[in-house]
């Protein structure tokens, strides 16, 4: 009965299963996500080993080709934020630093003022704030695209051609994004701290911008600099990878790219924040 | 490949064909065919028969769910990365064309090329031009899929199939819904490459092409098989067709009410 559903709508075991009927009993329903959960698991992992070897094995392919893509993709995830991003550096420097700053000043602890500021702007709010926002901008559009050119047939036209698809579609948006969470963070995090300042200055805070900085760059440290640039990449990387799978792996209809979309930008938050977890435990332990 | 030059351009024993979403559902069984380098065949089944799927089995996109499949003496199971160069000697047109819809017809075109040779778009530019103007799509050439007609689309698809030069071309349901001035050129176009055009260097190029009405396809130069039933039957030359005593392809060669030829 379950094939011949499946053919009939011609559905795979994955959507299928999806579809089905809650179950009666909660511990059922557990059961059934935690299935769910380790096949996406498998899926996403599988999806990032093979872009990660296309990437290794075909870097000097069809460069004439991938290179403009990268290009544009970069400039996409990248270039084409920063207004925004100017926009968010401004609204967190006045929310957090700002505010952090003159209440540091009020208390008299104008001196732990560079290390808040390198783990609250630097370490965390910076990246995890870039991150989602890419994802939002950018990553729901690589669902669509890819799930509407899944859906339409341009992948199986790609593989008639000899094209591989990870290669042509995936590479330049999987780098793309790494590039570009990574040059934003940096953005985002220089913003907040001038903005921060200038809100703070503007409270008659006693305290000089040279002061403000030099303690700053004093509770930066080289680890802080690696950490940055690996989380910062990560953060891409994944939300590439989240996001393309859901739009190319699997066979689609266009009905279906409206709900995987959503599905896809919650798993991104779901890994960004993960990855976060991750990278505070490598805090702790360096 | 010089060693494969004797060899079937298609050759297919005991091959069953599955759909593309589900390997699960077999469209086809049994199918023994063997395609000459340099023959036109012309495949007519009823919609949702499996065409589709058997030539995607054929263009290798696919594997077959049972027995072999060979384009000029090549395993269709073995085309991976190594053997690149095989499989682009097969060039498929799709039913709905199936374009990039963010690149123009231009791109569209070029984009095979560029990528199997690494060229920039200039370097592909005069090859590309000589296809769009022998398919006569230079003045929409920049222009994306979605803003021309279907008819334009068709033949921006076969650019893009025939830009690699192909020695076996597969086309799914070229002539579907095209206006009369477009079938006429289309047939006109497919019998010059199957008797070798200048743009393939001159030597005959196979062609495969499904339908669902045989009665544009009429000719004596041509082969027709019927997909029916999940069996394949190869006819051969157009007088087998029309002595057949099958009712699927007494309507095939109906007339319908709505005729336009």
């Not at chain 1, 996403?44 to 290794?56: P, Q, S, W, Y």
């Not at chain 1, 599905?263 to 702790?284: E, H, K, N, P």
Request: hydrophobic share 50%; charged share 20%; with cysteine.
């Amino acid at each position: 009965m379950r094939e011949n559903l499946a053919k009939a709508f011609e559905l795979t075991d994955t959507q299928l299963f999806r579809r089905a009927p809650l179950p009666k009993s909660y511990t059922d329903f557990l059961g059934r996500k935690l299935f769910l959960f380790l096949i996406t698991l498998q899926g996403l992992t599988a999806f990032a080993l093979i872009t990660l070897g296309v990437i290794l094995r075909k870097s000097r392919t069809a460069r004439n080709v991938i290179g403009p893509r990268l290009r544009q993709e970069i400039a996409r995830a990248g270039v084409a934020l920063l207004p925004m991003f100017l926009f968010v550096a401004l609204a967190l420097g006045f929310l957090v630093v700002g505010q952090t700053v003159s209440a540091l000043a009020r208390v008299g602890a104008t001196g732990y003022l560079g290390s808040t500021m390198v783990i609250v702007v630097v370490r965390e709010l910076g990246p995890l704030l870039a991150a989602m926002l890419v994802l939002a901008r950018v990553g729901s559009a690589h669902v669509i695209e890819l799930g509407t050119a899944r859906a339409l047939g341009e992948v199986e036209a790609l593989e008639a051609l000899g094209i591989d698809p990870v290669h042509y579609l995936i590479v330049p948006r999987v780098i793309g994004m790494a590039v570009g969470v990574f040059a934003l963070t940096v953005y985002l995090i220089l913003g907040a701290l001038a903005s921060g300042y200038l809100f703070a200055f503007l409270q008659d805070v006693p305290l000089l911008p040279g002061d403000y900085f030099k303690q700053i760059t004093e509770a930066l440290g080289w680890l802080d600099f690696g950490l940055l640039a690996l989380k910062t990449v990560a953060f891409g990387f994944f939300i590439a990878i989240v996001t393309c799978f859901h739009g190319l792996a699997q066979p689609l209809r266009l009905e279906d790219v409206s709900r995987v979309a959503v599905r896809a930008v919650s798993q991104g938050v779901i890994v960004c924040v993960l990855l976060d977890a991750l990278f505070i435990l490598l805090y702790l332990v360096t | 490949m010089s060693e494969n030059e004797n060899q079937p351009a298609v050759e297919m024993r005991d091959v069953s064909v599955a759909t593309m979403r589900d390997i699960g559902f077999v469209v086809l069984e049994d199918v023994n065919w063997q395609v000459a380098p340099g023959e036109f065949w012309t495949v007519a089944g009823q919609p949702n028969s499996g065409k589709s799927d058997f030539l995607k089995l054929v263009a290798g996109l696919m594997a077959p769910v049972k027995g072999e499949c060979k384009l000029f003496g090549t395993d269709t199971r073995m085309f991976g990365e190594a053997k690149l160069a095989e499989r682009l000697h097969v060039g498929l047109v799709f039913a709905g064309g199936q374009l990039f819809n963010q690149l123009t017809l231009r791109e569209n075109v070029s984009l095979p090329l560029q990528y199997h040779q690494d060229l920039t778009p200039a370097a592909a530019a005069q090859e590309v031009q000589t296809l769009l103007e022998l398919v006569e799509l230079t003045p929409l050439a920049d222009i994306t899929p979605s803003n021309v007609s279907d008819n334009w689309r068709r033949r921006a698809a076969l650019a893009r199939a025939l830009i690699l030069k192909p020695k076996l071309l597969l086309l799914d349901d070229p002539l579907a819904g095209l206006g009369l001035r477009h079938l006429h050129w289309w047939l006109r176009f497919l019998d010059q490459l199957s008797h070798g055009h200048g743009w393939a260097g001159g030597q005959p190029m196979t062609i495969v092409a499904t339908t669902d009405d045989l009665r544009p396809w009429r000719s004596e130069n041509r082969k027709f098989a019927l997909v029916h039933d999940k069996k394949f039957f190869p006819f051969g030359a157009w007088n087998e067709v029309e002595s057949a005593n099958d009712p699927v392809v007494k309507e095939l060669l109906a007339v319908p009410l709505e005729t336009t030829i």
